[in-house]
């Protein structure tokens, strides 16, 4: 069974002051602390306990599918829980509704399809060789309801602002507790999305999973579930475009709830990236996109980002409030699985978000924009 390299969380990731806030032109000068706070953290979040249950609705059985079968995922997920079905809500509710109602998930919509459609939308990437800042579509970014006509002159310039914690790790897979938020995407900009990465390390080769508002990818501004990978540094679609679903009760463009906390991972295991979210398995993408040669990785991200064809977006990342407050968005308790220790490096990118690191494994991000 693989080693997960993590500590369990301790006063060093809520002591009471917060010093270190990065801007987008200077490092991060020194680990800051985090402060505990009236809502719930990410840090001690409980989502996918190793408590007794079982296997997902609708699919096999992880102890009863041969181990050479690139469909059989480990038997218990990366943070050592064993397959639970995530609690849904009603096909069609909004990220409200399912909070309200305690869920972890809904379908986006009421067709009772199992399987995510391909969405093709702007999609940016940071690795250690660099970060895309900014590239060309063909997209133009729809704009929210009641207003009916897209806004003129965007559509061919996309720029790209992240705020990011990453390290160099051989690893054999990463997950981390993140808080999901309904930030504002403003008029006209592509998307605003929280994930994490893994990445070769060269930075080529990437498998992605997070949460995002995007209205040309889901159709609404409700944070989503979405999967995604790069093949030698090219891009490819939302959600399907090789991936292979595996759940029969979650699947990638699903609606999440607001304003909560849950565990998204990505571990390597019987010939394929295989993709976790709260107590579920999700599905995978096999090496096979990679021609074999993606197994393990040499960088791990962790960040927010937002897609806008303004260098000065008005859109919010995380949850709208920047890294010096303590109710900020974050991403806490990171965990490599057979890797080193934990020790993130933080950054803004863009000159519009911050991010404060709290400790080793946990920090704080985002922002409301320019505007």
Not at 270 to 296: C, H, I, K, M
Request: glycine fraction near 10%; aromatic fraction near 8%; charged fraction near 15%.
């Amino acid at each position: 069974m693989s080693v997960v390299w993590t500590l369990n969380a301790s006063a060093a990731e809520s002591p009471d002051d917060v010093t270190a806030v990065a801007s987008a032109s200077a490092e991060p000068s020194g680990a800051a602390t985090e402060p505990s706070s009236g809502g719930a953290d990410p840090s001690t979040s409980t989502a996918g306990s190793d408590a007794p249950g079982a296997d997902p609705s609708g699919s096999p059985d992880p102890s009863a599918v041969a181990a050479e079968d690139v469909s059989s995922p480990p038997a218990r997920l990366p943070w050592g829980g064993r397959p639970v079905a995530v609690t849904r809500a009603e096909p069609g509710a909004n990220s409200a509704k399912v909070a309200a109602e305690g869920a972890d998930i809904a379908a986006a919509d009421k067709s009772g399809s199992t399987e995510a459609a391909p969405e093709f939308s702007p999609k940016g990437s940071n690795s250690r060789w660099g970060s895309i800042r900014s590239a060309r579509t063909s997209v133009v970014a729809p704009v929210p309801p009641p207003l009916a006509e897209p806004v003129p002159g965007v559509g061919s310039q996309v720029n790209f602002l992240y705020g990011v914690g990453s390290q160099n790790a051989e690893t054999d897979g990463t997950y981390a507790n993140f808080s999901i938020a309904k930030p504002k995407l403003a008029t006209g900009d592509y998307h605003t999305l929280a994930e994490l990465s893994v990445q070769s390390a060269d930075g080529a080769q990437i498998a992605e999973v997070g949460w995002t508002v995007d209205r040309t990818v889901n159709g609404d501004s409700d944070p989503h579930l979405f999967v995604y990978h790069w093949v030698n540094r090219k891009e490819t679609c939302y959600n399907a475009c090789g991936f292979v679903q595996y759940s029969q009760t979650v699947k990638p463009g699903d609606t999440l709830p607001d304003n909560a906390n849950k565990k998204f991972g990505i571990q390597h295991f019987n010939d394929a990236w295989w993709v976790a979210y709260d107590t579920e398995w999700l599905g995978y993408f096999p090496d096979s996109l990679w021609n074999g040669q993606f197994s393990r990785t040499g960088q791990v991200q962790y960040f927010g980002e937002v897609a806008s064809p303004s260098t000065q977006p008005c859109s919010h990342m995380g949850n709208g409030k920047g890294a010096d407050n303590a109710s900020a968005a974050r991403v806490g308790s990171v965990a490599y699985i057979n890797g080193p220790d934990v020790d993130l490096n933080v950054r803004a990118v863009g000159g519009v978000y911050s991010v404060s690191k709290a400790s080793a494994r946990t920090f704080r991000y985002g922002g409301p924009g320019a505007c």
